[in-house]
């Protein structure tokens, strides 16, 4: 499984947009790119999956680059609410279901 | 709105006891799955399952033990718990195709004491 490197904390203020950059070097041609959200005292929740170039939901987009080593969870104009640990997950699409999670970015959105 | 519940959200043991954690979930969902949660450390996967009386070992299994009589029923034991078990436990559901879309219950924080 690729692993996967996230800057450990940001920072952000209300109304801003925010990019979560999650390297993956040695991402294979099979490995899907998954998002995760962690509120406090609460289990993660699935934002997104992409296998490369552009993902949009209601959430939030995902930008993957031609070469796949990196990619870029956007959240536009966060909101106090968006205070939390994001996740990035690297792997075969579905894998049985077994996701390993990394540290994850916590970010932090500021009034 | 799928629905993942556990048994409790507190639960404070002491060294040796026999613990059950369990976890329900209403959407019909074939896998089922058990973490650890610490700080430093992340989510970790500890058993999983993919269908009645079925279980695999996920990353850190030591320690634990897993039952699955019944589809939407999930359960975590340990046998006999150590303070190093003190942690937060999380339950999640999930089903083909999109396994890797789980849904997560809000978590045991569990205390050995």
């Known amino acids: 499984l690729a692993k996967t490197t996230q800057p450990i904390s940001m920072d952000s203020y209300e109304g801003q947009e925010v990019n979560i950059t999650c390297s993956h070097n040695n991402i294979a041609t099979n490995d899907y790119i998954t998002w995760y959200q962690q509120f406090p005292s609460q289990g993660p929740r699935f934002i997104i999956q992409g296998y490369k170039t552009k993902v949009t939901n209601e959430v939030a987009s995902l930008f993957i680059p031609a070469d796949r080593k990196s990619s870029t969870l956007s959240l536009p104009r966060v909101s106090l609410s968006d205070t939390a640990v994001y996740y990035c997950?690297?792997?075969?699409?579905?894998?049985?279901?077994?996701?390993?999670f990394g540290q994850g970015t916590e970010l932090s959105v500021k009034p | 709105d799928v629905k993942v519940t556990q048994s409790s959200r507190y639960l404070v043991k002491r060294t040796g006891e026999k613990v059950f954690l369990e976890c329900v979930q209403d959407?019909?969902?074939?896998?089922m799955f058990w973490y650890r949660q610490d700080p430093g450390l992340g989510l970790r996967l500890i058993y999983f399952s993919y269908d009645v009386k079925m279980k695999e070992k996920g990353d850190i299994p030591e320690g634990y033990s897993v039952s699955r009589e019944k589809k939407e029923r999930f359960s975590l034991i340990l046998e006999s718990a150590s303070t190093n078990q003190t942690s937060m436990y999380l339950c999640?559901?999930?089903?083909?195709?999109?396994?890797?879309?789980?849904?997560f219950g809000p978590g045991t924080r569990l205390t050995v004491t």
């Open positions: 997950l690297v792997g075969v699409k579905n894998q049985g279901g077994k996701l390993i």
């Open positions: 999640a559901s999930g089903s083909a195709p999109r396994e890797y879309e789980q849904y």
């Open positions: 959407m019909d969902h074939e896998n």
